[in-house]
C-alpha cells in the first residue's frame, strides 16, 4: 500500500525532508526537476522539438525555470519561457531558477494583467502555472492564459498537477483547468486523480520519485492508501496439496430473472473461475437450461429451497439481475454469512433503509455511483460522495465498494483503499455481476471482507489489463471472467 498525502501532507514531507536529509529547498526544486525531464524525456525522444514553457511565479513555476535549463543542457535547444506575472509574490526558489536561467540561451517572456498573449507556435507545452498551491478557481488573467492555451490545442505536460486542478477536496464542475495529455507528478499521484473529476485535466499520469523521506511519508496518518501488487501477492494464498473442493468453500448465487438471467449466470460463472470450492446459483427455473449449457460446473437450486442452501453457504451474493420482487427482509433473517450485496439488493436495500440495520457486520455493498446515491442520497461531486461512503461504512459497519475506474473500497473503520487496475475497455454490461461473483468466491474460500475485497477489486481490473494488453479495445464480462485463473497466476508469479 502507498499512503495518499493530502497537499498539506506532502508540503509537510517536503519541510520534513529539507530539514532532515537535509537538502536546500532550491536543490529539492532540481530533483523534482530533473525527474521530471527524465519522465519527458521518455515520452519525447525528439530533441528538435518546440517546446513552450508556462511559468507561475510560486514552487510549480519555479520548476518549470529548472525544468527549461535541464531541458536545454540535455539537448532540446527550441524552449521557450512564458512567465505570468499575475500574482505581487514570487517564491525564493522561483526567483533563484530565473537568474540561473539568464545563463542560458533559452528566450523567457513575461506577461502582465491585461497583456495581450501571442499565438502559440509550439509543438508542446508544460504547464508550470499553478501546481499544488493552488486556493481558489482560476479566473481573471490566469483563466484568459489557460483558455488561449487550451485553445492552441498542442499536447500539453503538465509539471505535478494540471493548472486548476486542486491536488484534493472538492474540485466543482465549473472548474476550469489547462488540458493535460500527461501529468508527470511528483512522489505521489494526488487523491483528486483518481476522481472522474480530473478527466477534465489530464488523460494519464506518471509519478516520478523526487527523494522525499519515504519512510516519514508512510508514517503520516492517510486516510487513503493505493493497492499495489505487493499487496495482492501478500494475501493471495495459493491452492494445497491434498485439498479439495471443501477447502474452498461454498458460494451461494442468489441472483436472475427472466430478462437479467445473464447476470446470475455471469456471477456464478465468475465464482467457479475465482476458485470457489463449489458455486450454487439460486435463480429462477427458466435459467436452468442456459446456467447447464453455460457453466455445468454451477449447481442449482430453485428460489423455495433457498433457506437449506444458505445453511451450507460460506458466502452469499444477493443481486445481480434478481429484480425487486423478493423479500430482502426475510433474507436477512436468516443465519448471518459473509455477505455481498449487489445492483437490485442495492436499490432494495435503498426502497427500505431501516434494513441496513439488519445487515450482517462486514457485509460488502458494492454500489455503482447511480447506486451509491440512491442509498444514501445525491451528491454533486466524488469529493463528498467518498466522504458519505466513509461515514456510512463505520455507521452500518459494512464494506462499501464505490465502482469506478478507479474503485473505492472503504472499510468499516473508515480506512479507504483505492483500486490502481481497470481500464476504459472494461465498461460493458456485466462487468459488475462479474466483480460480485469473484468476492464472492474469495469470501466463501475464508478470506476476511477486506482482504476479498482488495483481492477481488485489483484481480478484477487486472484481468481487464490483461486482455486489453493482449489487444482487447472492448471487454465482454465473460471474456474476463475467463482470464481470471491466467490473472491469478500471473500476479503469483510476478516479482515486481
Ligand atoms: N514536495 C513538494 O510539495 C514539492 C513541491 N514542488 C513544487 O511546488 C509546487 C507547489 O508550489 P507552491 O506551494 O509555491 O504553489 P504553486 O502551485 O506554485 O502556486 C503559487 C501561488 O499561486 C497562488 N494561487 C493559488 N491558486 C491560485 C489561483 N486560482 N489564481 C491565482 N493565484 C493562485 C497562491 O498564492 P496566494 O494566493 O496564496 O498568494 C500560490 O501559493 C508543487 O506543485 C510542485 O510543483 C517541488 O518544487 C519540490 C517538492
Ligand atoms: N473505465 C473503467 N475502468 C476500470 N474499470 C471499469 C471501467 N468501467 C467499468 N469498470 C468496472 O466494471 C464494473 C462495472 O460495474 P457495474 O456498473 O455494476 O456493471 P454491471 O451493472 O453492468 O454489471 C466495476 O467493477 C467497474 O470498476
Ligand atoms: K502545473
Not at 505535478?160 to 464542475?173: H, Q
Not at 435459467?287 to 449447481?299: F, S, T
Not at 433473517?333 to 427500505?352: F, G, I, W
Amino acid at each position: 500500500m502507498k499512503n495518499i498525502l493530502t497537499s498539506e501532507q506532502m508540503r509537510e514531507a517536503d519541510r520534513h525532508t529539507i530539514a532532515t536529509e537535509p537538502i536546500a529547498s532550491v536543490d529539492l526544486m532540481e530533483r523534482a526537476a530533473l525527474a521530471f525531464v527524465k519522465a519527458f524525456m521518455q515520452l519525447h525522444r525528439d530533441k528538435n522539438v518546440s517546446i513552450l514553457i508556462c511559468c507561475g511565479t510560486g514552487n510549480n513555476g519555479g520548476d518549470g525555470l529548472a525544468v527549461a535549463r535541464l531541458l536545454q543542457q540535455h539537448g532540446y535547444d527550441n524552449v521557450t519561457v512564458w512567465i505570468a506575472r499575475f500574482a505581487s509574490r514570487q517564491s525564493t526558489d522561483f526567483a533563484t531558477n530565473l537568474a540561473k536561467l539568464h545563463y542560458c540561451p533559452i528566450p523567457v517572456s513575461e506577461f502582465f494583467p491585461s497583456d495581450e498573449f501571442p499565438a502559440v507556435t509550439q509543438s508542446i507545452l508544460i504547464d508550470a502555472l499553478l501546481g499544488s498551491g493552488l486556493n481558489k478557481l482560476l479566473d481573471g488573467d490566469w483563466l484568459r492564459l489557460v483558455q488561449h492555451l487550451n485553445a492552441a490545442r498542442i499536447p500539453s505536460i503538465a509539471v505535478d498537477i494540471p493548472t486548476g486542478l486542486p491536488a484534493d477536496g472538492i474540485v466543482p464542475s465549473t472548474a476550469q483547468m489547462l488540458y493535460a495529455r500527461e501529468a508527470i507528478t511528483f512522489q505521489r499521484p494526488k487523491l483528486s486523480f483518481f476522481f472522474p473529476e480530473s478527466a477534465k485535466a489530464m488523460d494519464k499520469f506518471h509519478v516520478v520519485d523526487i527523494g522525499l523521506d519515504e519512510v516519514f511519508i508512510e508514517n503520516l496518518p492517510a486516510d487513503f492508501k493505493l493497492v499495489e501488487a505487493s499487496d495482492i501477492r501478500g494475501i493471495l494464498r495459493g491452492r494445497k496439496r491434498f485439498s479439495h473442493k471443501g477447502t474452498y468453500g461454498h458460494a451461494l448465487i442468489i441472483a436472475g430473472n427472466t430478462h437479467t438471467m445473464g447476470a446470475a449466470l455471469l456471477c456464478a460463472g465468475a465464482s467457479v473461475y475465482s476458485g470457489a470450492g463449489l458455486t450454487t446459483a439460486c435463480i429462477p427455473a427458466e435459467g436452468l437450461l442456459a446456467l447447464n449449457a453455460r457453466y455445468p460446473e454451477v449447481m442449482y437450486t430453485p428460489r423455495e429451497t433457498l433457506a437449506e442452501n444458505w445453511e451450507d453457504a460460506d458466502a452469499v451474493a444477493v443481486g445481480p439481475g434478481l429484480g425487486l420482487t423478493v423479500d430482502l427482509q426475510h433474507m436477512l433473517e436468516y443465519p448471518a454469512k459473509p455477505l455481498v450485496l449487489d445492483a437490485d439488493a442495492l436499490t432494495l436495500l435503498a426502497r427500505n433503509k431501516s434494513l441496513m440495520k439488519k445487515l450482517p457486520p462486514n457485509s460488502v455493498l458494492t454500489p455503482h455511483m447511480k447506486e451509491f446515491d440512491r442509498l444514501f442520497g445525491e451528491h454533486s461531486n466524488w469529493w463528498d460522495r467518498v466522504n458519505t461512503a466513509r461515514r456510512r461504512a463505520v455507521q452500518h459497519q459494512t464494506v462499501i465498494v464505490l465502482k469506478n475506474q478507479y474503485t473505492f473500497m472503504i472499510m468499516p473503520d473508515g480506512q479507504v483503499y483505492i483500486n490502481p487496475t481497470g481500464n476504459p475497455a472494461m465498461a460493458s454490461g456485466g462487468m459488475g455481476d462479474v466483480l460480485t461473483g469473484m468476492l464472492t468466491a474469495f469470501l466463501a474460500q475464508g478470506y476476511p471482507p477486506q482482504e476479498a475485497t482488495i483481492l477481488a477489486c485489483y484481480m478484477h481490473g487486472s484481468a481487464g489489463d490483461r486482455l486489453a494488453a493482449e489487444g482487447m479495445a472492448v471487454i465482454p464480462a465473460t471474456e474476463l471472467i475467463a482470464a481470471i485463473p491466467v490473472t491469478w497466476d500471473a500476479i503469483v508469479q510476478s516479482n515486481c
